[in-house]
């Protein structure tokens, strides 16, 4: 049986102290949560990922981040490694994410390069995929996340995906208050595990697949709910303890 998992994307959000709040606030409230039951990551910005791992160590909550680059050392002024963030106790890196893919340009090749780096480092890649409102408008979303999702078996191969994570994160529901129903998100979640049973049954049924776009406690329980729906990558909601900590709890199996 898949374990759920929830992960929080800070974004380009935060400070020391309310960082410090928000992860004081997190381990009060999930106090009482064990990993058996839910598994749970923040990824902050990366200037943050030191210290935040060292405020987490030895709780049940894992530390992610963000980006990475696909390169492991060299003259590439401003980036962050898989060496890198696996010195600082990451366990999670967020790859492939629609703003990365549309802000910064990046390709399934890209992508699948950053996905090759962060396994290297024994790291666990969480892979983003999702459609634009014209791409779901035009009846095109299920060919659109199969082919980001080839694009990296056809580099990493299918034993690779095994260990990583994907998220399924329609890009017109992030940030605008918009949610995919939960019967829109378990239909892309379901193809989603088709693509992958025609590579590998095992793998298609043991992978984690995650929500992501809008994801609030009040409908997070339903959303997981559905049979393919193992989690969430909150945006938003993760900045407040509370709200956060209601999504874990809602998505305890």
Known sequence: MRRNLVVGNWKMHGSTASIDQLLSGLQQQLSAVSSEQVGIAVCPPSVYISSVSKQLAGSMIACGAQNVSDQQEGAYTGEVSATMLAELDCQYVIVGHSERRTL??????????????????????????????????????????????????????????????????????????????????????????????????????????????????????????????????????????????????????
């Open 104 to 253: 910064f340009s990046e390709s399934d090749a890209d992508i699948a390069a950053k996905f090759i780096a962060v396994q290297s480092q024994g790291l666990t890649p969480i892979l983003c995929v999702g459609e634009s409102l014209a791409q779901r408008e035009a009846g095109d979303t299920l060919p659109w996340i199969e082919q980001q999702i080839k694009a990296v078996i056809a580099v990493a191969g299918i034993e690779a995906i095994a260990a990583s994570v994907i998220a399924y994160e329609p890009i017109w529901a992030i940030g605008t208050g918009k949610t995919a129903s939960p019967e829109q998100a378990q239909e892309v979640h379901a193809h989603i595990r088709q693509v992958l049973a025609a590579e590998s049954q095992a793998v298609a049924e043991g992978l984690q697949l995650l929500y992501g776009g809008s994801v609030k406690a009040d409908n997070a329980a339903e959303l997981f709910g559905k049979q393919d729906i193992d989690g969430a990558l909150v945006g938003g909601a993760s900045l407040k303890a509370e709200d956060f900590a209601a999504i874990c709890v809602a998505a305890i199996s």
